[in-house]
């Protein structure tokens, strides 16, 4: 089954403590991207990845860093969380370089940073 | 600054009702256009894409695209109380890489 996986789903955090969410797919995409989604502003997206090593960023992208070291894997580092990074936050990814390929989400993660 | 720019809505639509949203787009490059359905704290679902203009019909729904005008819309017809949701416009260019709108939210009173 083709899926999206990003852990954790739920997190409470203290400010300044560093934390990664994780996010997995299966279907071997190119393409990952990061989204944070808050009441009345949809989705922005936060950095964005076309393959392995190649990140950018997105239009959201200040306090979060990404990596992308192997195809499959595309997590995201809070380095240093604050309040105003408390959000509902979805990984996506789909293929890169092909018309008409959609998108695929996570389930989102629940971020609260107090 | 590219853009894709809906209606937020909350669009009231009468059980059984059409309801017609709405979506442009300001990139000439975007090649694939798609419709997903959202409930709220859950993840988008896709419901409708479309390439080419004219009309795309899949059960209930029903997509217009008129590049020309940069404009993409959604009917949903015979609209049922699980319809109520937000309704995410989104466009990707030839590479893949997407832009979403901010959302209509649709509201099906019974």
């Known amino acids: 089954e083709a899926q999206v996986t990003q852990n954790p789903r739920y997190l409470i955090t203290v400010t300044g403590k560093k934390l990664t969410v994780t996010c997995s797919q299966n279907?071997?995409?190119?393409?990952m991207s990061w989204y944070r989604q808050d009441p009345g502003l949809g989705l922005r997206q936060i950095y964005y990845s076309m393959n392995v090593e190649v990140t950018d960023k997105g239009d959201v992208p200040e306090g979060y860093k990404v990596s992308r070291k192997e195809k499959r894997n595309f997590p995201l580092i809070l380095e240093s969380p604050s309040p105003n990074q408390t959000s509902l936050y979805f990984c996506?990814?789909?293929?890169?370089?092909?018309?008409?390929?959609?998108?695929?989400f996570g389930e989102g993660s629940w971020l609260t940073v107090v | 600054q590219k853009e894709v720019e809906q209606n937020s809505g909350p669009l009231s639509v009468p059980e059984g009702a059409i309801a017609s949203l709405n979506c442009t787009y300001s990139d000439r490059g975007s090649q694939s256009f798609f419709w997903y359905r959202q409930y709220s704290g859950k993840s988008p679902e896709l419901i409708m894409s479309?390439?080419?203009?004219g009309d795309k019909e899949d059960g209930r729904f029903t997509a217009q695209l008129n590049k020309a005008s940069q404009y993409v819309s959604l009917l949903i017809r015979d609209s049922q109380p699980s319809d109520s949701a937000t309704y995410l416009c989104a466009v990707a260019d030839s590479w893949g890489k997407f832009q979403f709108g901010a959302g209509t939210q649709v509201v099906v009173t019974p």
């Open positions: 479309i390439y080419s203009n």
């Open positions: 996506a990814s789909s293929s890169y370089g092909k018309m008409g390929n959609t998108i695929y």
């Open positions: 279907m071997n995409h190119e393409y």
